[in-house]
């Protein structure tokens, strides 16, 4: 009862003034709808620009580095067990660069509960054969469906059906630039030369864009089982293991036990790719930092306001003091007068940089190396949404907390006195 | 005799520019139902007095007792309840909230106590606007009246509780020989048939004599 009471005083002051309030709830809707659109928009161009590369990345890689013998001879020498040893020269250690008993290690990664699925690959160097012509490239053999489902490669095959890679015998989808050298489309055969000299027709099921050029001059697609058929090697041979984690954010922690379980070398995303995490955070604080200007801008222009309102009310303000409303009294009907014009400016900021951001969303946005963006990319994220509210209430309420306490220690006397 | 309202020693100083005291030692009470002007020459402290009986200005020496309850000088909300349920104004000027219609006027204080449920301290409001003889303004905008009428809501205003005692401070100073003498005959009127206390400030010596007493004030001291 007593604060409907004051909520109805604040009213009745907000809506007598109501074009200087109008004017107030503007500028937090204004800095809200920024505040919306730019997050939406920033991030969803981090999304894009990350999924180029995070998405298509294994979470953890489980694979046998080229690198020398840990346990060298002279370490399990007795005599000089507890002495530090100094060895010189020492060759990387490159005899099988295939992960021991990969069946195994796949079932039982399969059986985490953290994962969300695996795809084992397997890389082979070749040369493409045009005429005389050789171009360096390397064949990726992968099983099409588990790496559409756990990295859209799918979403990258541009020409062709990337499922054709199973259905047909030794068949390879080529990189745009690999094609557009071998001038080469779907139905041809290429020719390739493996690094041991055994050579092999593929049938051309289609093309990729990955959205990074250099990958698509030399890459190319195969199914595990034509790989391990180029290489003659067995069909358990995989050198490496594509791990993806319900939560990238454990992969540090997953990749060291699986180094520790299965003695091979398993690298995190983080570790990878640690440029892109960098790059993401800052353009995200740099949108923070740019809304919550806006929003402070707007907070000065309520403090303003409500100060020139105060300065106009103090007869009102004395008078209520007179007949029995307390400073604190006071005090709430302008922090109540601060937090609506925040809470309602807030809500129809809200709305439109809902509005705003869908819009942008459809804008054309076409780019040669994202064949997969049509329009502009947002991210509607009820996060911000839930911050952009959150914060102009908080703006609006710190911008009406001291005029209010102004408000609240006006002199009844002085005023009235002064008549 | 029930004392309503007194004053016990009380001092008061201004500081600044340079420090004067403004009132010297005043020790005097009012009882229930009496009708009190207290007058005197302007800057004889007879506001500022007022002011210090009011509960408003609490920077004085003495002891201050309304309703046989000393007055505290800090408790600000305290003090504020007090102005609410035992004290009404009436002011030289009127100081209607011109958000609010008349009888949203009248209404606030009683709200504000919030003694009684809305509908009832509306019902009350047009009671006193009715005693007051302005009724019919209950729905229209207090800037929308004249300079009478709304000395009237200010009056009808401190009605609203029923409080121990109303305070004027020159209720009458602003308004013609005509509307002084209706604010007068309310005054008059609510002390005769509601025996309302009030203690009003003025230096209309007319209105003063028709008072049933008459406190009068020099250099910040009672002369009688």
């Known amino acids: 009862m007593k604060n409907k009471l004051l909520i109805s005083i604040a009213k009745s002051l907000l809506l007598a003034r109501w074009k200087q309030t109008l004017v107030a709830a503007v500028g937090v809707t204004f800095s809200i709808t920024m505040f919306i659109t730019l997050l939406s928009f920033m991030s969803g161009l ?55 008993n990969s069946g195994a290690i796949m079932e039982a990664i399969k059986k985490d509960p953290r994962v969300l699925g695996l795809s084992p690959k397997l890389t082979a160097q070749v040369f493409f054969n045009d005429g005389s012509i050789d171009i360096t490239g390397s064949i990726f053999g992968i099983n099409s469906t588990e790496e559409s489902k756990l990295y859209h490669f799918d979403e990258y095959v541009t020409t062709g059906n990337s499922a054709d890679l199973n259905k047909i015998n030794n068949s390879i989808i080529l990189g745009k630039g690999l094609s557009d050298k071998l001038m080469v489309g779907i139905g041809d055969a290429v020719q390739i030369t493996t690094s041991k000299g055994d050579r092999f027709q593929l049938k051309v099921v289609g093309t990729f ?30 050198n490496s293991i594509q791990v993806k984690l319900k939560d990238i954010t454990q992969a540090p922690k997953v990749a060291k036990e699986y180094e520790q379980l299965f003695q091979t070398d398993a690298e995190d995303i983080q570790t990878a790719n640690s440029q892109f995490e960098t790059g993401s955070s800052i353009r995200t604080l740099i ?56 809470f309602f400016g807030g809500i129809l900021g809200l709305f439109f940089g809902f509005s705003l951001s869908a819009t942008i969303d459809q804008i054309p946005f076409n780019t040669a190396s994202l064949p997969t963006i049509k329009t502009y990319p947002i991210n509607y994220n009820p996060k911000f949404y839930m911050i952009g509210i959150v914060f102009s209430l908080i703006t609006t309420y710190l911008a009406g907390w001291f005029p209010a306490r102004k408000a609240s220690k006006i002199d009844p006397v002085v005023i009235i006195r002064g008549k | ?142 800037n929308h009246i004249s300079g009478g009428e709304k000395q009237r809501v200010a009056i009808a205003r401190a009605l609203i509780n029923e409080p121990h005692i109303i305070m004027g401070d020159e209720p009458t100073g602003n308004l013609d020989k005509k509307n002084s003498d209706l604010v007068f005959d309310i005054f008059n009127k609510l002390s005769d ?24 004030m020099e250099d910040g001291k009672i002369i009688h």
């Open chain 1, 209 to 238: 864009q990955s959205g990074i050029k250099d990958f698509d001059n030399v890459q190319s697609y195969a199914s595990l089982n034509t790989v391990q058929k180029i290489l003659s090697v067995p069909k358990d041979y995989v």
């Open chain 1, 287 to 342: 949108s923070y930092s740019v809304g919550i200007t806006l929003l402070i801008v707007a907070g000065f222009g309520i403090y303003n306001i409500l100060n020139m309102m105060i300065f106009e009310k103090m007869d009102s303000i004395a008078i209520l003091k007179a007949t029995g409303f307390s400073g604190k009294d006071v005090k709430k009907i302008f922090i109540y007068i601060a937090i609506s014009i925040g």
């Open chain 1, 46 to 100: 981090n999304d894009l620009l990350d999924g180029l590369i995070l998405n298509r990345t294994a979470h953890i890689r489980i694979y046998n580095d080229i690198k020398p013998n840990t346990s060298q001879p002279i370490n399990n020498n007795k005599e000089f067990k507890e002495a530090h040893n100094f060895i010189g020269s020492i060759k990387s250690d490159a005899s099988r660069q295939a992960i021991y």
């Open chain 2, 1 to 142: 005799m029930n004392k309503i309202l007194e004053a016990k020693n009380i001092n008061k100083f201004f500081h600044d520019p340079i420090s004067i005291r403004v009132l010297e030692d005043l020790s005097f009470s009012i009882n229930k139902g009496e009708f009190v002007s207290l007058t005197g020459k302007s800057g004889c402290g007879k506001s500022t007095l007022l002011y210090v009986l009011s509960t408003m200005d609490t920077d004085y020496e003495g002891t201050l007792l309304i309703d046989g309850e000393e007055m505290p000088k800090k408790n600000e909300s305290f003090l504020a309840k007090i102005r609410n349920e035992k004290i009404g104004f009436v002011f030289q000027f009127h100081y209607l909230l011109n958000e609010f219609n008349v009888l949203e006027n009248v209404m606030l204080p009683g709200l504000k106590l919030n003694k009684y449920s809305r509908e009832e301290v509306e019902h009350r409001a047009m009671e006193k606007l009715k005693i007051l003889g302005i009724d019919q303004l209950a729905l229209k905008k207090s």
């Open chain 2, 193 to 216: 048939e509601f025996n309302q206390t009030l203690l009003i400030v003025t230096h209309d010596p007319s209105f003063a004599e028709r008072t049933h007493r008459i406190i009068h």
